[in-house]
């Protein structure tokens, strides 16, 4: 219940800021040009979806729309960086629950503020070195701009590792918690409460 | 007449959306100074002291040519005369002891007398007070300078100050509504009686509300005194709203160099030093002006003298002047020697007072600008030191807001930590906003203080 609505903004924002990144199977290219490009077309995809200020939308839509913003994420390499030494501990089967209530978290909190894809979105630096990137941009919205670096990886297809959003790592602010939940009350405290956050929707 | 109905008609639909409807216009700080410069009042002032010493210029070269010009003319009625002799001849009446004025025949009386001086060598008094007025004049440019650099400084702090301004309402509208959603749902786990609610962060949080409307309320006070400054400088007209172009309020971020750099460029650029400068040689020419006048000057006089009354008959001979029928003239060199030598030696002993003075003056100007300046790159130095440390803060904070945020998320929250984060948060932000305008006004005054235009500070991208 609760102040938590408030508390969707920010990770809402981390979710949604997703708006602007590839597909997984668009970027082979590892030249800033092309990175660029796929995020221009990715921006446009999301916004002709997400429609302007007001719009409703089916629950179809709303899957599409999850899938588009979320697609992108490399929810595996995330989780194993916020679980440190237990994600060694996991079997494959538990590795994979968690990476599912995880992701399925981070997808939901994605559509609890649509306006944020709505916000413009300005490029200002793309920088790729090898299979790795580096994008800086600056997302305007309303009379607010928020500057939002991605790290991106290319293995096969360009995958999102981290979102730094206001100068605050998205992936570190997840191991941060989750290794002081695990620390203090146990892995299994952490994967059931995050089943429950999952189960809410 | 349905023409004139139809018109009437068709103003009305122009007139009344121009008298309600505000044009927003965007300023840069540019035009924003360019603007305040035309239409001060002070500048004006500063301006017509300008014209003056240009004025006294004209002055001083009017002197080296023809000083001295006068033309009289005197006009009237006067008799004419009888004499009862017939042997002598009209140019003759002045032999005739028993000469009368003829009172039944008046005439037109008319006299010219034009006298001229031209100096020819004065010791280089002419020219040295010549060359005082220059200096004088430009002087009173610099002091000009130096005026408008000032005014400069206060349009640049107004400028920013709006943006600054600007930026806070924007920081307290965002944190209205995070504010009222978290009383409200306080107050929601209140009433449902939930476990994690506790009585003393409502209370706090009340406060903080208060609080925080107060400094709403406080800055909201400011934008409409700024505003209203804003119109005055502009002398905007009621239909217009002026807006600082730049949509954000971001650092300038031009390098803060060594302060030799500024020093270096003070004294070779600072308007109030090459006033003194130019006012040291009006003083030295002055001077030398004033101790040529102890010396005699050589100068060429003309005059010349002419009157003519027709009922009064001129008299030939050259000895015999009649005033009311003549005509003279005379041209000549001649020699101006000042006597008064007590009154002299006071004025050139004033004047190397002058002299002094303005040289003294020229040291208590360095020492004055060497201080102003050690003072700014201070203020400039300090603010930047507190800019980064604020962000760093800042950062740190955002960092904890956002894992008091993934902790509630998860049901592992605390509401108490929650708020003390946000409040902390919207704080720093504040903090910063206000470092920054005094970062940009410090620059601002340090590039003054170096004879630096304030207009070469970056500004950000609107």
Same mark, same amino acid.
């Given at each position: 219940?609760?102040?938590?609505?408030?508390?969707?903004?920010?990770?809402?924002?981390?979710?949604?800021?997703?708006?602007?990144?590839?597909?997984?199977?668009?970027?082979?290219?590892?030249?800033?040009?092309?990175?660029?490009?796929?995020?221009?077309?990715?921006?446009?995809?999301?916004?002709?979806?997400?429609?302007?200020?007001?719009?409703?939308?089916?629950?179809?839509?709303?899957?599409?729309?999850?899938?588009?913003?979320?697609?992108?994420?490399?929810?595996?390499?995330?989780?194993?960086?916020?679980?440190?030494?237990?994600?060694?501990?996991?079997?494959?089967?538990?590795?994979?629950?968690?990476?599912?209530?995880?992701?399925?978290?981070?997808?939901?909190?994605?559509?609890?503020?649509?306006?944020?894809?709505?916000?413009?979105?300005?490029?200002?630096?793309?920088?790729?070195?090898?299979?790795?990137?580096?994008?800086?941009?600056?997302?305007?919205?309303?009379?607010?701009?928020?500057?939002?670096?991605?790290?991106?990886?290319?293995?096969?297809?360009?995958?999102?590792?981290?979102?730094?959003?206001?100068?605050?790592?998205?992936?570190?602010?997840?191991?941060?918690?989750?290794?002081?939940?695990?620390?203090?009350?146990?892995?299994?405290?952490?994967?059931?409460?995050?089943?429950?956050?999952?189960?809410?929707? | 007449?349905?023409?004139?109905?139809?018109?009437?008609?068709?103003?009305?639909?122009?007139?009344?959306?121009?008298?309600?409807?505000?044009?927003? $216009?965007?300023?840069? @700080?540019? =035009?924003?100074?360019?603007?305040?410069? !035309?239409?001060?009042? +002070? /500048? %004006?002032?500063? *301006? #017509?002291?300008?014209?003056?010493?240009?004025?006294?210029?004209?002055?001083?070269?009017?002197?080296?040519?023809?000083?001295?010009?006068?033309?009289?003319?005197?006009?009237?009625?006067?008799?004419?005369?009888?004499?009862?002799?017939?042997?002598?001849?009209?140019?003759?009446?002045?032999?005739?002891?028993?000469?009368?004025?003829?009172?039944?025949?008046?005439?037109?009386?008319?006299?010219?007398?034009?006298?001229?001086?031209?100096?020819?060598?004065?010791?280089?008094?002419?020219?040295?007070?010549?060359?005082?007025?220059?200096?004088?004049?430009?002087?009173?440019?610099?002091?000009?300078?130096?005026?408008?650099?000032?005014?400069?400084?206060?349009?640049?702090?107004?400028?920013?100050?709006?943006?600054?301004?600007?930026? $806070?309402?924007?920081? @307290?509208? =965002?944190?209205?509504?995070?504010?009222? !959603?978290?009383?409200? +749902? /306080? %107050?929601?786990? *209140? #009433?449902?009686?939930?476990?994690?609610?506790?009585?003393?962060?409502?209370?706090?949080?009340?406060?903080?509300?208060?609080?925080?409307?107060?400094?709403?309320?406080?800055?909201?006070?400011?934008?409409?005194?700024?505003?209203?400054?804003?119109?005055?400088?502009?002398?905007?007209?009621?239909?217009?709203?002026?807006?600082?172009?730049?949509?954000?309020?971001?650092?300038?971020?031009?390098?803060?160099?060594?302060?030799?750099?500024?020093?270096?460029?003070?004294?070779?650029?600072?308007?109030?030093?090459?006033?003194?400068?130019?006012?040291?040689?009006?003083?030295?020419?002055?001077?030398?002006?004033?101790?040529?006048?102890?010396?005699?000057?050589?100068?060429?006089?003309?005059?010349?003298?002419?009157?003519?009354?027709?009922?009064?008959?001129?008299?030939?001979?050259?000895?015999?002047?009649?005033?009311?029928?003549?005509?003279?003239?005379?041209?000549?060199?001649?020699?101006?020697?000042?006597?008064?030598?007590?009154?002299?030696?006071?004025?050139?002993?004033?004047?190397?007072?002058?002299?002094?003075?303005?040289?003294?003056?020229?040291?208590?100007?360095?020492?004055?600008?060497?201080?102003?300046?050690?003072?700014?790159?201070?203020?400039?130095?300090?603010?930047?030191?507190?800019?980064?440390?604020?962000?760093?803060?800042?950062?740190?904070?955002?960092?904890?807001?956002?894992?008091?945020?993934?902790?509630?998320?998860?049901?592992?929250?605390?509401?108490?930590?929650?708020?003390?984060?946000?409040?902390?948060?919207?704080?720093?932000?504040?903090?910063?906003?206000?470092?920054?305008?005094?970062?940009?006004?410090?620059?601002?005054?340090?590039?003054?203080?170096?004879?630096?235009?304030?207009?070469?500070?970056?500004?950000?991208?609107?």
């Amino acid at each position: 219940m609760t102040i938590k609505r408030t508390l969707h903004l920010a990770l809402t924002a981390t979710v949604a800021l997703l708006a602007a990144l590839p597909a997984p199977a668009a970027a082979q290219q590892q030249d800033s040009a092309a990175v660029r490009a796929l995020l221009d077309q990715r921006d446009r995809e999301i916004k002709d979806l997400v429609g302007p200020e007001g719009a409703e939308y089916t629950e179809a839509q709303r899957e599409q729309l999850k899938d588009i913003i979320n697609g992108i994420i490399d929810y595996r390499s995330m989780a194993a960086y916020a679980l440190q030494q237990t994600w060694d501990t996991l079997s494959v089967e538990e590795r994979d629950e968690f990476v599912e209530v995880f992701s399925t978290v981070v997808r939901d909190q994605s559509m609890n503020n649509l306006d944020i894809y709505r916000a413009r979105v300005e490029y200002l630096a793309i920088r790729v070195n090898g299979d790795s990137a580096r994008v800086h941009t600056t997302v305007m919205q309303d009379a607010s701009r928020i500057p939002v670096h991605y790290d991106m990886n290319y293995d096969g297809e360009w995958t999102v590792t981290d979102i730094v959003i206001d100068d605050v790592s998205t992936a570190e602010s997840y191991r941060s918690q989750y290794q002081r939940i695990i620390s203090q009350r146990g892995y299994q405290v952490l994967l059931e409460a995050l089943r429950k956050r999952a189960g809410r929707g | 007449m349905q023409l004139r109905f139809l018109l009437f008609a068709l103003l009305l639909c122009v007139a009344v959306p121009a008298a309600t409807a505000q044009d927003t $216009l965007s300023v840069s @700080l540019q =035009e924003f100074i360019r603007q305040g410069t !035309e239409n001060s009042g +002070q /500048l %004006e002032f500063e *301006q #017509e002291k300008v014209r003056l010493a240009n004025n006294r210029i004209d002055q001083a070269r009017s002197q080296r040519y023809l000083p001295r010009f006068e033309l009289n003319t005197q006009h009237g009625v006067v008799p004419g005369v009888k004499s009862d002799r017939t042997d002598l001849s009209e140019n003759e009446y002045y032999l005739d002891p028993n000469l009368d004025n003829d009172w039944e025949n008046w005439g037109l009386y008319t006299r010219a007398e034009v006298s001229a001086v031209q100096p020819v060598f004065t010791w280089g008094a002419l020219s040295s007070a010549v060359k005082a007025a220059e200096a004088g004049a430009d002087a009173a440019r610099h002091e000009f300078d130096s005026r408008q650099a000032g005014l400069e400084l206060r349009l640049y702090e107004l400028y920013h100050s709006y943006m600054m301004t600007r930026e $806070l309402q924007r920081l @307290l509208d =965002e944190a209205r509504g995070r504010i009222e !959603e978290i009383t409200s +749902q /306080l %107050e929601q786990m *209140q #009433e449902e009686g939930n476990q994690d609610f506790d009585q003393s962060d409502l209370f706090k949080f009340r406060v903080f509300r208060s609080e925080f409307d107060m400094r709403a309320a406080e800055v909201r006070e400011n934008m409409d005194y700024i505003r209203r400054i804003w119109n005055y400088v502009l002398q905007a007209d009621p239909g217009t709203v002026y807006v600082p172009e730049p949509q954000f309020l971001d650092p300038v971020n031009n390098v803060l160099r060594e302060l030799s750099y500024y020093r270096g460029n003070a004294l070779k650029s600072r308007p109030e030093l090459q006033g003194i400068d130019s006012g040291i040689r009006a003083a030295e020419f002055g001077l030398k002006a004033t101790r040529s006048q102890a010396l005699p000057t050589l100068f060429v006089g003309l005059s010349g003298s002419y009157a003519n009354t027709p009922n009064r008959p001129r008299q030939s001979n050259p000895f015999i002047i009649n005033n009311t029928n003549y005509a003279t003239g005379a041209l000549g060199f001649g020699i101006r020697q000042n006597l008064d030598i007590f009154g002299i030696s006071t004025r050139i002993e004033r004047s190397r007072i002058q002299l002094e003075q303005a040289q003294d003056a020229r040291s208590a100007a360095m020492d004055g600008i060497v201080l102003e300046l050690n003072d700014h790159y201070k203020n400039a130095s300090l603010s930047r030191s507190r800019l980064e440390r604020l962000d760093e803060a800042l950062t740190t904070t955002k960092e904890w807001l956002r894992q008091e945020q993934l902790d509630y998320d998860l049901g592992f929250g605390d509401t108490k930590d929650l708020l003390d984060a946000l409040r902390k948060e919207l704080e720093l932000r504040v903090q910063i906003e206000r470092e920054v305008f005094e970062h940009n006004k410090n620059m601002a005054e340090l590039f003054k203080a170096a004879g630096l235009p304030i207009t070469h500070l970056s500004m950000n991208q609107p």
